[in-house]
């Protein structure tokens, strides 16, 4: 039986996450920039078939590592996803740690698909991958290695929301706070490594 680590956690919260549709209003762009530095937290939902969840996030990204925290309507973390140079390493709401040499790999051996965690920011930053096949859609959206991307801006083109789905699964993340390049000491190597 496969590890639902931070997906399936969020069984443990009450509210039943919804997928809300959202019309796309932010113009897409080549990627520019190889490392995206923000800090941004919200609320994410997350639908897999019929069954839908919801939680807390926090997630960071500087120029050496990005962390990913689900947590509960408390504020606990529950599950932390940390890719660094040393690769991808998580602990989920047991407190077992999993390692993978990525994200995706990491994402696939844990849940059992591929989820594009590592491709958020970029999407987040209203891009398309550089150097991967892409498609505009007549609807605004972005459609790429086999996700369809949505991104709500504000009057200030400040983040909304971010939509990823394929056929089966969709996450929808509503950004209560996302700011670029946050002053923050910079770390190199994700905490969870000494934890092991």
Same mark, same amino acid.
């Given at each position: 039986m496969k590890s639902y680590l931070w997906l399936g956690l969020t069984c443990l919260l009450c509210s039943c996450g919804s997928i809300r549709? %959202? &019309?796309?209003n #932010?113009?897409? &762009? $080549? /990627?520019t920039l190889n490392t995206i530095s923000f800090d941004a937290s919200g609320r994410v939902g997350v639908k897999i078939q019929s069954s839908g969840y919801s939680a807390g996030f926090d997630w960071l990204r500087t120029q &050496?590592?990005?962390t990913f925290d689900i947590n509960s309507p408390l504020g606990n973390t529950l599950v932390q996803i940390c890719q660094d140079t040393q690769g991808a390493i998580a602990r989920d709401m047991n407190g077992k740690i999993? /390692? $993978?040499k990525n994200v995706e790999q990491l994402s696939l051996s844990t849940l059992g698909e591929v989820f594009p965690v590592q491709h958020? $920011? %970029?999407w987040a930053n209203g891009q398309w991958l550089d150097g991967v096949p892409y498609q505009l859609e007549k609807d605004g959206s972005l459609t790429q290695l086999g996700w369809k991307i949505t991104r709500e801006v504000d009057e200030t083109q400040q983040l909304k929301s971010l939509t990823v789905r394929n056929d089966k699964l969709s996450m929808q993340m509503i950004f209560h /706070?996302? #700011?670029f390049n946050p002053t923050l000491p910079e770390q190199y190597i994700c905490e969870l490594r000494s934890e092991q």
């Open positions: 549709e %959202v &019309q796309n #932010s113009t897409w &762009q $080549a /990627q &050496q590592m990005e999993h /390692q $993978a958020l $920011a %970029v /706070q996302f #700011s």
